[in-house]
């Protein structure tokens, strides 16, 4: 098939953040190419998540092979002109979990990704507690800590059961715009989670271990001796003063 270099380019970028290039397996040191004509789906695996995204480009009829991705990173070097033609390799691919009927479903807003971004800020990716190492949702919005600070960010959805993303590295390289969907269910005692923005597709495990009670933290509004309130306009103010 053929693809754009700037396309492939910026699509290793994302998928990078998710393969195992020291790994002795070599599919998941490897992308995988799925589609058909202009149709193609770029994936990689870590073994536990997967991420996969859908790009412009050119094939004959249905392809499904894989290409090492530090082969593919040296074909974008020494290739001339725009785009390159990829040739791979069978290779068995771990089974992708599918969301079963009984999935939970919830719509995402437009800025879901932007969300994930702010509150990536405040992760400690090395803390002990395997929960704080990732982001919150729950009913009441976005949550997350790093055990100094805690951010709350509001989010009015339908989701009525608490899970913790891993720490989203891949989504944060996409940054896929625009509404998108949240599914999760059980498999075999873990909750499994899928989110779908655009032609960003995101599938993993979520962090084991209750989440800290956040809410204990914060002050009644009555206990409280000065409150001061922003306008959305002074808000965007004071965001890009501190900034």
Known sequence: MKIRK?????????????????????????????????????SAT?????????????????????VEYKALRELIRG?????????????????VA????????IPLPENFGELLAEAAQIVNRQEARIP??????????IVVTDGKQLLHLPVAWTLDAPLTLPFPLALLTAKPE???????WELKGVTVFQIEIDSFV?????????????????PEPSALNYAISFTPEQSAELVEFLT
């Open 6 to 42: 700037s396309v492939l380019a910026e699509t290793l970028k994302v998928l990078g953040r998710v393969v195992s290039q020291t790994s002795p397996e070599a599919v998941l040191r490897s992308i995988r190419f799925v589609g058909t004509g202009s149709r193609v789906w770029l």
């Open 46 to 66: 870590d073994g536990v998540e997967v991420v996969a995204q859908e790009v412009d480009a050119e094939s004959e009829g249905m392809v499904d092979f894989a």
């Open 79 to 95: 290739t001339r002109g725009r785009e390159v033609e990829v040739v791979g390799e069978k290779m068995e691919w771990p089974e």
């Open 98 to 105: 599918v969301p079963p009927a009984e999935a939970k479903q």
């Open 132 to 141: 704080l190492r990732g982001i919150h949702l729950c009913p009441d919005g």
């Open 178 to 184: 625009g509404a998108g969907t949240l599914m999760f």
């Open 202 to 218: 995101w599938i993993g495990r979520a962090l084991p271990g209750a989440y800290p009670s956040w809410k204990q933290v914060i």
